[in-house]
């Protein structure tokens, strides 16, 4: 199965989990998986959450973020990957000039 970005409308969601501004994200949604291609322009965030029923794995496409995850911080560029398991919690910032660009993968877990 092809899931085309390009063909899927772009959901603004502001403050997004508490965060700052707006992310923009392309969002493909079944009842396993949530599949994403997302923006943070300067300034934007995805405020501190912690994934109760799922994780989450975010690939970075382009730009850098920081992660804050549980109590430690990661610095993200083009090419790396965080996955955030359940139980845990994290929140992604975009603190520099260029979009932070990612694709990000929700799959949900059976209790």
Partial sequence: MIIDFNKIDT???????????????N????????????ILEKGCSIGLHKHENNSEIIYILGGTGKMIYDDTVEILKKGNCHYCPMGHTHS????????????A???EHKK
């Fill in 11 to 25: 959901t603004s969601i502001k403050n997004f989990k508490g965060g700052e501004n707006v992310t923009k994200a």
């Fill in 27 to 38: 969002m493909y949604v079944d009842k396993q998986n949530k599949i994403m291609r997302c």
């Fill in 92 to 103: 992604l910032i975009n603190e520099n000039d260029e979009d932070l660009v990612f694709f």
């Fill in 105 to 107: 993968v929700v799959p």
